[in-house]
């Protein structure tokens, strides 16, 4: 890419980028040019996907959030492919969803409320958010309120999860720095097994 770049400089004569050892910007030029360069490579990008949608292809590219992809989508791909044999799922997970502009993938799934860019959105079913921990915890959890004295889990995609559900229940809840934050729901969803309780969401949790 940088040899292409470096042409297309030589060929207008003007440099686009300034390149330093901590990396490099935008000339002027680089700025006028970059809302036009941005178009013209999205066309590409949806022209592309076109041609891949066209084609005929037994792979299909999927890119889930890490959970979606491990608890959700893992277990039903067993069913997935009894009922087309035939198909090659490429499962890559992503923190945020993709470009379909700029990015391969066929498929994108995310709790979001937002279609992806460059994509067409079709809800498979609502975020639903509750409590969830071990039996012998839930067993002396009478009400909502006795949530403030445990050990408050969540991940760090839905840090706002407690304080919507305390909302809604109508309570002040306690302030999530004394909980546990994890990088991954799948190992907050093993650590709610005793270790406290964890905002589950439906999709997620459920068996």
């Known amino acids: 890419m940088s040899h292409q770049v ?3 400089e030589a060929w207008l004569g003007a440099p686009l980028f300034v390149r330093h050892a901590q990396g490099l910007h935008l000339t002027d030029a680089g700025r006028a ?3 036009a360069f941005s178009t013209a490579f999205d066309a590409m990008g949806l022209a592309v996907q076109e041609l891949r949608i066209a084609a005929p292809r037994p792979q299909v590219s999927i890119a889930a959030l890490p959970s979606i992809a491990q608890l959700w989508l893992a277990p039903r791909l067993p069913a997935l492919r009894a009922a087309l044999p035939t198909l090659r799922p490429s499962i890559h997970a992503l923190e945020e969803p993709p470009d379909f502009r700029r990015e391969p993938f066929d498929l994108a799934i995310f709790l979001t409320r937002q279609a992806p860019v460059g994509g067409r959105a079709c809800k498979f079913s609502d975020d639903v958010i509750f409590p969830v921990c071990a039996p012998a915890l839930a067993r002396q959890l009478k009400t909502p309120a006795d949530l403030a004295a445990q050990l408050l889990l969540w991940d760090t995609t839905w ?3 407690w304080a919507l559900w305390f909302e809604a229940a109508g309570l002040k809840g306690p302030s999530i720095d004394s909980g ?6 799948s190992m907050a969803l093993q650590a709610g097994d005793g270790a406290g309780v964890l905002m589950g969401h439906e999709a997620l949790v459920s068996r």
Do not use: N, R
Request: glycine share 6%.
């Open 159 to 161: 840090t706002g999860d």
């Open 33 to 35: 040019a970059l809302p």
């Open 6 to 8: 470096k042409a297309l």
């Open 180 to 185: 546990s934050e994890f990088s991954l729901y």
